[in-house]
Nanobody, 126 residues
Framework: QVQLVESGGGLVQAGDSLRLSCAAS????????MGWFRQAPGNEREFVATISWGGMSTYYADSVRGRFTISKNNAKNTLYLQMDALKPEDTATYYC???????????????????WGQGTQVTVSS
């Protein structure tokens, strides 16, 4: 059974940094592309960042490009999202996700992802 468990969320001030982690089990983590999504109250869930299975390719939403960095440590079966220069509009529940099939390149569409974590809350005060 695949499990994805996010951690690292919290309450921070604008301009601060946070690093989210997503611990994966039940799948061959090194073979799967991964993604981060977020959902703010009253909004639909939106794409944040994605990384290919080998970690060589990444892609970001325009709203976070240059501030957020996605990475994966295959030895630790863990996905990360380093978030710098946080803004109040980054406030949301953040979810990690794994693609439904191995050796993918990652992508922005939710339909590509078969496995989801429970989410971790990030709140950025102004």
């Amino acid at each position: 059974q695949v499990q994805l468990v996010e951690s690292g969320g919290g309450l921070v001030q604008a301009g601060d940094s946070l690093r989210l982690s997503c611990a994966a089990s039940g799948l061959t983590f090194r073979s799967f592309a991964m993604g981060w999504f977020r959902q703010a109250p009253g909004n639909e869930r939106e794409f944040v960042a994605t990384i290919s299975w080998g970690g060589m390719s990444t892609y970001y939403a325009d709203s976070v490009r240059g501030r957020f960095t996605i990475s994966k440590n295959n030895a630790k079966n863990t996905l990360y999202l380093q978030m710098d220069a946080l803004k109040p509009e980054d406030t949301a529940t953040y979810y990690c996700a794994a693609e439904g099939a191995p050796l993918g390149s990652g992508g922005i569409g939710e339909a590509r992802y078969a496995y989801w974590g429970q989410g971790t809350q990030v709140t950025v005060s102004s």
